[in-house]
T-cell receptor, first 118, second 115 residues
Framework: GAGVSQSPSNKVTEKGKDVELRCDPISGHTALYWYRQRLGQGLEFLIYFQGNSAPDKSGLPSDRFSAERTGESVSTLTIQRTQQEDSAVYLC????????????????FGPGTRLTVL | AQSVSQHNHHVILSEAASLELGCNYSYGGTVNLFWYVQYPGQHLQLLLKYFSGDPLVKGIKGFEAEFIKSKFSFNLRKPSVQWSDTAEYFCAVNAPGAGSYQLTFGKGTKLSVIP
């Protein structure tokens, strides 16, 4: 497909378990972003990839959160030892180029993964 | 660091009413500005964007927004809303020229349009 895809669409897990969330960006997009949307809140930035390096990890809330990206393709966000406050919708976005101003910086969002930690 | 504030948490309008949703950002440099919309059960979609040039930008579905640099504002407008405009609207900003690539979002405004 032409858009950003994410899997799974829904994930229910027990407190203390690890989870992996996947994002497939639009083909050719070098920049990839992870955001989190908790109930009643706006979107919070988590991490930004340019290619397979992550120049900005400033939004990751704790060392339980990590992410990696393979080349300019798939990214996985891993949450270890999940806590109830991790419950949120995790959104992935991609853009042609993260560093340019203008159209190449326009971000396209995936449908998100709804994570529920019991 | 940037921040974005959206003035209204929930707006309720009748069909054909005019809409204006406020958005102010705090950042002194050059920015990109965006409005995203999230319809019930759907994912975020770009409504319109401003990079440079004409401060009045037109987006999809009859929406427009005006960038007023002196007021740090990027308000969203539509002259006549429809029931199908019921959604949550998010204002966002980034400043890639300053090394800030990620979007900073406002908390969103829920719009409910009554038929």
């Amino acid at each position: 497909g032409a858009g950003v895809s994410q899997s799974p669409s829904n994930k229910v897990t027990e407190k203390g378990k690890d989870v992996e969330l996947r994002c497939d960006p639009i083909s050719g997009h070098t920049a990839l972003y992870w955001y989190r949307q908790r109930l009643g809140q706006g979107l919070e930035f988590l991490i930004y990839f340019q290619g397979n390096s992550a120049p900005d990890k400033s939004g990751l809330p704790s060392d339980r959160f990590s992410a990696e990206r393979t080349g300019e393709s798939v990214s996985t966000l891993t949450i270890q030892r999940t806590q109830q406050e991790d419950s949120a919708v995790y959104l992935c976005a991609s853009s042609v180029d993260g560093v340019k101003r203008g159209r190449r910086n326009e971000q396209f969002f995936g449908p998100g993964t709804r994570l529920t930690v019991l | 660091a940037q921040s974005v504030s959206q003035h209204n948490h929930h707006v309720i309008l009748s069909e054909a009413a005019s809409l204006e949703l406020g958005c102010n950002y705090s950042y002194g440099g050059t920015v990109n500005l965006f409005w995203y919309v999230q319809y019930p059960g759907q994912h975020l979609q770009l409504l319109l964007k401003y990079f440079s040039g004409d401060p009045l930008v037109k987006g999809i579905k009859g929406f427009e927004a005006e960038f007023i640099k002196s007021k740090f504002s990027f308000n969203l407008r539509k002259p006549s809303v429809q029931w199908s405009d019921t959604a949550e609207y998010f204002c966002a900003v980034n400043a890639p020229g300053a090394g800030s690539y990620q979007l900073t979002f406002g908390k969103g405004t829920k719009l409910s349009v009554i038929p």
